[in-house]
């Protein structure tokens, strides 16, 4: 994908900048992966192992054949189905709410809370692996606005609607055995939530939601549990194995119904079950409605511009700066990187580039480090600047040229928002800035936010959107000033907005800003 694509910018940032400088935040829910971020670690619970249980319950009552139901972050309005008891649903999709945001003016291009149970498995899965288990994340599920079927399978649920079930979500017996105990080698079955499989003699002061393992490495996604119930020691594969109350059985019932054949072909070695999981997994997040269509998948961008902005001063001076981030997998740290430019009528100069200075590391924790590089320059408004290039300098290589796959990485210099001018009142009104290019005889101003906004019935938030008019304000310059005026937002982090300004023979457009920094 070319840069800006702000789907695969997003979703990206959240997957890869998981520790130190420019840290999305996302990932350290479940750092280290025994964490509970939602209460107290007294309860037994754990964050990671919820995170795969979500994705498998929204998934769960996928019908493919119809094209409905699958990873579309239903599961919001459906808590309170007995068939998703426990503290798992709302725990994690509250975590997830402050994360959503919309990148562009359509709500079917935002980064969805279906995207962020995509990925939560991927990180729960890639960090408690350490990280051997990697499933390709792929962005572009759309968010359902109500419930969808019943039908996840519970501990009571007989063997032949468990398998029926499992099939209409397009998953045989063997699938359906094999992602059950990828799923069950994190976590729990706690008293509380399922008191018909643990009894309360679990709960103790340490443990006071009554948690019992499903193996004896409950944080770490391996083979254990695979192991313990084929072998018949430590936790014999947990609670829905061993549990007292035969009705609730059900991974029993589940592993014995092709006789462990399917078991006993996963045990042959722990990477067998590794790559067996990484494909189930990636099977069930990616089963969607038929009207979804997935991205492709989101590697890591080696070569990153990360807040990179025109901003223009009080006389009118233009400023560019920003970071270009590199992964260690590729780079050094002592690697000397140049931003270079084109003018905004295309033409280059020697004079046209800057150095990016080392200035921070980041951590990723399935992908190396990250370095950040910053630059911060002037530009003269007359020439203005249309695209930049990035030079990679090492002693003793030839330099290497990223050209976003040829034409260079666009900056719009015609209409600029000016994120660091906004202001909030005490009321919680919010007052904007933008500049456009005097020149360019705008005739129209405006801009479409995208805010969001709480919805009826799920925690997942939903994206509103409403059209602003910037009025006039004065000069800058080359530039003229636009100010607007916003009533409150509930999540003034995630608000976006796209400004729009009509010209005499073109719209200039800045795209996904956020309205602060
Ligand atoms: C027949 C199918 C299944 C049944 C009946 C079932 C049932 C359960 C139950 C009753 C719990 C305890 C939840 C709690 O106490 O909070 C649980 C936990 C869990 N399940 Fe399943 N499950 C099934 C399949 C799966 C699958 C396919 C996955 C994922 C791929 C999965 C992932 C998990 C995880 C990670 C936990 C631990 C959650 C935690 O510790 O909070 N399960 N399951």
Known sequence: ATWPNHVIDELEHLLV??????????????????????GSQLLGRETAAQWIRVAFHDFATADVKAGTGGVDASIGFETLRPENSGAAMNDSLG?????????????????????????????????????????????????????????????????????????????????????????????????????QVVPESAV???????????????DVFDVD?????????????????TTDNVTVRSDLRLYLSDNNATLQGLAESSSTFRSTCASLLTRMINTTPASTQLTDVIDPIEVKPVNVSLTVGGSGELHFSGYIRLLSAAFQYSDEVVVSWTSRA??????????????ANGN???????????????????AGISAFNVTILRGGSAPQIFSNGGGGYPMEDVAIFLPHETTIASNGSIS?????????????????????????????????????????????????????TLPPVSNLRQTTLDLTASGDRTVYRDEFRRITL
């Open 95 to 195: 975590f997830f709410a402050p994360f959503v945001n919309a990148h562009a003016s359509t709500t079917s291009s935002m980064i969805t809370v279906a995207d962020m149970i995509a990925l939560s498995i991927i990180m729960s899965v890639g960090t408690c692996s350490n990280p051997t288990v990697a499933i390709p994340l792929r962005g572009g599920r759309i968010d359902a606005t109500e419930g969808g079927s019943f039908g996840v399978p519970e501990p009571e649920t007989d063997i032949e609607t468990t398998l029926n079930q499992f099939s209409l979500a397009g998953f045989s017996q063997s699938d359906a055995i094999g992602l059950t105990i990828c799923g069950h080698t994190l976590g729990s079955v706690h008293h509380a939530g399922f008191p």
């Open 432 to 484: 904007m800035s933008a500049v456009v290019l005097t020149a360019a005889n705008a005739q129209n101003v405006s801009a479409t936010i995208s805010a969001p906004s709480p919805q009826l019935g799920t925690l997942s938030p939903t994206i509103v959107q409403s059209v602003v008019a910037f009025e006039k304000s004065g000069t800058r310059g080359l530039y003229t000033t636009y100010s607007a």
């Open 225 to 241: 549990v695979l192991n313990e119930y084929l072998e018949w020691k430590g936790q014999r594969g947990g609670p829905l194995v």
């Open 204 to 218: 103790t002061p340490n443990n006071t939601g009554g948690g019992i393992h499903f193996d004896a490495t409950p």
């Open 364 to 382: 990723s924790s399935m992908f190396g480090e990250t370095f950040y590089h910053f630059f911060n320059t002037s530009i003269d408004p007359s």
């Open 346 to 359: 295309g033409s280059s100069s020697p004079g046209f580039n800057t150095r990016a200075t080392a200035v």
């Open 17 to 38: 900048d998981t520790d130190g400088f420019n840290d999305a935040g996302f990932q350290k829910a479940i750092t280290p992966c025994s964490n509970y971020v939602s």
